[in-house]
């Protein structure tokens, strides 16, 4: 079964940091670009990052630009998004999806989503 | 922020048809980006529901349409049924320096 199974969400301190994890299973995952797509508490979708599917090109949101980086480990089958200095605002639902070139770079695996809270 | 316009919301009786707009500019779905769509349930993770302009991905019922014109995109439900009752989001690619991948604001879609 083609499965993304994000992980590391939790409350954390404005200024503080988190990384969250997208555990990859039933394709290639060195195969496809990824990317991270989060949604505040009752708003709608927002892209956050993307990174190609070697890990040698990456890209942003100019609102986490310069904060966040996205990385994958193709021998582990895992995307990863580092988030420094947190925002009030980065609270939101963040979910890794498979970008398909097949499909017109549509988003058609989407993980669960993990819950990141930044509050003090 | 979303540069892709949506209405906030659509309703319909059981078995009619519903359409949804998606409008953006001359940066994305008129610069000839494709634009896909994605229905959200509640309390769950989006999922894919058309992808470049008006195609159906496998096991996608063809009472979801799409279509694309211009600097706007629409999703139509044909035969509305109660588990249609989710949120749909348009997507599509920005060439602007603001950013590359861009969501519509989201329609509430609601069966009476």
């Known amino acids: 079964e083609v499965q993304l199974v994000e992980s590391g969400g939790g409350l954390v301190q404005p200024g503080g940091s988190l990384r969250l994890s997208c555990a990859a299973s039933?394709?290639?995952?060195?195969?496809?670009?990824m990317h991270w797509v989060r949604q505040a508490p009752g708003k709608g979708l927002v892209w956050v990052s993307r990174i190609n599917s070697d890990g040698s090109s990456t890209s942003y949101a100019d609102s986490v630009k310069g904060r966040f980086t996205i990385s994958r480990d193709n021998a582990k089958n895992t995307l990863y998004l580092q988030m420094n200095s947190l925002r009030a605002e980065d609270t939101a639902v963040y979910y890794c999806?498979?970008?398909?070139?097949?499909?017109?770079?549509?988003?058609?695996?989407w993980g669960q989503g993990t819950m990141v809270t930044v509050s003090s | 922020q979303s540069v892709l316009t949506q209405p906030p919301s659509v309703s319909g009786a059981p078995g009619q048809r519903v359409t949804i707009s998606c409008t953006g500019s001359?940066?994305?779905?008129?610069?000839?980006?494709?634009v896909h769509w994605y229905q959200q349930l509640p309390g769950t993770a989006p999922k894919l529901l058309i992808y470049g302009n008006s195609n159906r991905p496998s096991g996608v019922p063809d009472r979801f349409s799409g279509s694309k014109s211009g600097t706007s995109a629409s999703l139509a439900i044909t035969g509305l049924q109660a588990e249609d009752e989710a949120d749909y989001y348009c997507?599509?690619?920005?060439?602007?320096?603001?950013?590359?991948?861009?969501f519509g604001t989201g329609t509430k879609v609601t069966v009476l």
């Open positions: 001359s940066s994305n779905i008129g610069a000839g980006y494709d």
């Open positions: 039933g394709f290639t995952f060195s195969s496809y670009w």
């Open positions: 999806a498979r970008d398909d070139d097949s499909s017109a770079h549509a988003f058609d695996i």
């Open positions: 997507q599509s690619y920005d060439s602007s320096l603001s950013g590359l991948y861009v």
